[in-house]
């Protein structure tokens, strides 16, 4: 897989890294359709290298004296929904216990070049192999070595983190080089990257409560089921009719004191330790007793971007990601240029919205997948 486009100056340390490749060992997955036409995602047992060209490299310290590194990319494509071109930002996360020396070994050549990728033309290329499924690394080039090329600059940058004492003050904030920061509280939401199942964040809204807490709503494009799939048609239709809409609405809670960010609440929609192999995740259930207040585990530039991931097909989501191999969408609200829309209405005047737009928008795309 590659993504062509660049992403901004984007990283955790706030360190210049140039654009490289990036390619991560995974299994194989692919596509099926139900009976009844529903598209599913299947696991395979085969592994394959996926390759990421034009990716920006970061790294922060752990508590665990590991290294998270950070990649990131991005592509830029038509919205249906804004009616306009956005970009779409890409972030996979991982830790190693420490940075490896470079090395030059043959690759076969990307896909785009070649579509038989294992038949490839091999080619000479620098490799700094941060572990057995992760690597980073750039073709070879005939006015440098392997010394003085951007590969070796992102090495001595890592090398220089590692080495670094560990800071708790740096270690659970994003920083990121943003050309369109926010001084406003807005969390950055990180989802699961998984396209066929059209699980799109579509807007974000921010509604302050009162001076303790800000109520979030989130408007997904769609709700797939994965480990229900055989009941997915259904419970679209049953949306359909009782609420008049596909759509899905979650909503979490961001508690304040003295006017900055303290905590999260996930009423109903606590994902826990769920991945996206489960679909019906509805933890920390206002009914069982009151909400746990959970802790903030990060923070996007500042303290005023609390982090939330969501983990699940149902949409439940936590303060902890629990799918560590999966890129993820990176939606950074008040972006102009990205896919979503930033808003401030309550639950209530969503649940209460006009819904004819998604449901024109389902039927239509039923129909394409039908057809």
Not at 72 to 96: A, C
Not at 116 to 128: A, S, T
Not at 178 to 204: G, T
Not at 324 to 336: F, S, T
């Amino acid at each position: 897989m590659v993504c062509a486009q660049n992403y901004e100056n984007n990283d955790f340390s706030n360190i210049d890294m140039p654009p490289i490749w990036f390619s991560h060992i995974e299994l194989k997955r692919k596509v099926e359709r139900n009976l009844i036409g529903r598209k599913k995602i299947k696991w395979t047992d085969t592994t394959e290298w996926w390759d990421w060209d034009n990716c920006f490299v970061s790294a922060v310290k752990t508590k665990e004296e590991k290294l998270r590194i950070i990649i990131r990319s991005s592509k830029t494509i038509p919205s249906d929904y804004k009616k306009r071109n956005v970009k779409i930002k890409y972030m996979i996360g991982f830790d190693i216990d420490h940075i490896p020396e470079l090395e030059k070994d043959e690759y076969h050549e990307p896909p785009e070049e070649n579509p038989n990728k294992q038949e490839g033309k091999l080619l000479p290329r620098w490799v700094l192999k941060l572990d057995k499924k992760h690597h980073i690394w750039q073709w070879e080039k005939n006015h440098s070595t392997i010394e003085t090329g951007k590969l070796a600059q992102i090495r001595k940058k890592l090398k220089n983190i590692e080495d670094e004492p560990y800071d708790p003050t740096r270690s659970n904030i994003f920083h990121v080089d943003s050309q369109q920061d926010d001084s406003r509280i807005i969390p950055v939401i990180y989802q699961p990257a998984i396209d066929s199942l059209k699980n799109y964040v579509r807007e974000v809204h921010c509604n302050k409560t009162d001076n303790s807490e800000i109520k979030v709503t989130l408007l997904f494009n769609n709700e797939h089921l994965t480990k229900h799939k055989y009941l997915d048609i259904f419970y679209r239709i049953f949306r359909f009719i009782v609420y008049h809409r596909t759509a899905d609405i979650e909503s979490f809670i961001i508690n304040l004191e003295n006017a900055a960010v303290e905590k999260f609440q996930f009423p109903g929609i606590y994902s826990g330790n769920n991945d996206m192999e489960q679909d019906d995740v509805h933890e920390d259930k206002p009914e069982y007793g009151n909400v746990p207040k959970r802790q903030i585990k990060y923070f996007f530039i500042d303290k005023n971007h609390p982090i939330i991931f969501i983990n699940t097909a149902n949409h439940a989501m936590s303060n902890h990601d629990t799918n560590h191999r999966l890129w993820k969408w990176e939606y950074i609200p008040w972006e102009i240029n990205g896919p979503v829309i930033l808003g401030t209405k309550s639950r209530e005047e969503l649940e209460s919205a006009n819904w004819h737009i998604y449901s024109e928008d389902w039927i239509k795309q039923s129909l394409r997948e039908s057809s």
